[in-house]
């Protein structure tokens, strides 16, 4: 008798040694930094965030940025370079300790001097995965962006609009679901290289990280609502407002490629951000 209490007595001893003095055995879920599937965004470094205090959020089954943010989700989405759609159980986000700190975030200068003489400028900083619209060196609008991955760089220097095609779609690449061509709307193009192949910017899904083969995608969830019936009720639309601002003219056909004589200058540079 005395045997099994002492056993008992011993067990229980040791799981109170295992929550006193393990204390991550009882944290809060993390991402693993090794299991790539687990989305963490708070491991990517951007400049900018050095003077933002912030934290990393796990999301957990019953989050969704509308849930954790309500109206200011948009702040929370603009800020981690997301979209709704790439937000699920098990990643981790930034969160800001204060939301009013971030929702006039951005990387980008309001007046850039290599921007004055034109009318219009596009400047992409690939460290920040921003991308920034100037009227006369002032900015007119800043927005995230998605450059590519280590394998596939988007290229850096200067560039200049060419063509734009509203209902652009890959030649190259197919949706998620393989059953069609990835949709490009609102197709802005910048660059042709030596072997023919053209770069654009144009709408695409946002995960947060580098992640085009090349291109440049900007937000625009009624695009993936017409493709992936999802989010139900569209608000982020970016790539509508840069197509237009590139050229106004909107009475050409939009069925084609539109070619544009003397479209904005585009200036990339800059290295992928840090992964810690």
């Not at 799981?15 to 055995?25: E, F, G, K, N, W």
């Not at 800043?142 to 890959?170: C, Q, W, Y």
């Not at 193009?189 to 291109?215: E, K, M, Q, T």
Request: aromatic residues 14%.
């Amino acid at each position: 008798m005395w045997n099994k209490f002492a056993l008992a007595l011993t067990a229980l001893t040791i799981a109170l040694v295992i929550i006193l003095y393990d204390p991550s055995s009882t944290s809060n879920p993390a991402a693993s930094p090794a299991d790539r599937a687990r989305e963490d965004l708070s491991r990517f470094a951007y400049p900018s965030l050095e003077g933002i205090k912030w934290g990393a959020h796990f999301i957990m089954p019953h989050e969704s940025l509308e849930r954790l943010f309500g109206d200011d989700w948009i702040y929370a989405a603009r800020f981690n370079r997301i979209d709704r759609r790439h937000v699920y159980p098990g990643m981790t986000i930034k969160v800001p300790e204060s939301m009013a700190a971030i929702k006039n975030y951005n990387p980008l200068p309001l007046q850039y001097k290599p921007a004055k003489k034109y009318p219009k400028y596009i400047l992409v900083d690939v460290a920040e995965q921003w991308l920034a619209a100037y009227d006369y060196g002032i900015l007119s609008f800043s927005i995230p962006a998605a450059t590519g991955i280590e394998e596939h760089l988007t290229p850096v220097g200067m560039f200049k609009v060419d063509a734009r095609h509203k209902n652009h779609t890959s030649s190259l690449y197919k949706t998620q679901k393989g059953d069609a061509q990835y949709p490009m709307d609102y197709a802005i193009r910048f660059y042709v290289d030596p072997d023919n192949v053209a770069y654009w910017i144009h709408a695409r899904d946002l995960p947060g990280r580098p992640v085009s083969h090349g291109c440049i995608g900007v937000f625009d969830e009624f695009m993936q609502n017409r493709t992936y019936g999802w989010p139900e009720k569209p608000v982020l639309s970016d790539a509508s407002k840069l197509y237009y601002w590139v050229d106004e003219n909107r009475d050409e056909d939009e069925s084609r490629i539109v070619f544009i004589e003397d479209g904005p200058m585009v200036e990339i540079r800059g290295e992928l951000p840090s992964y810690r």
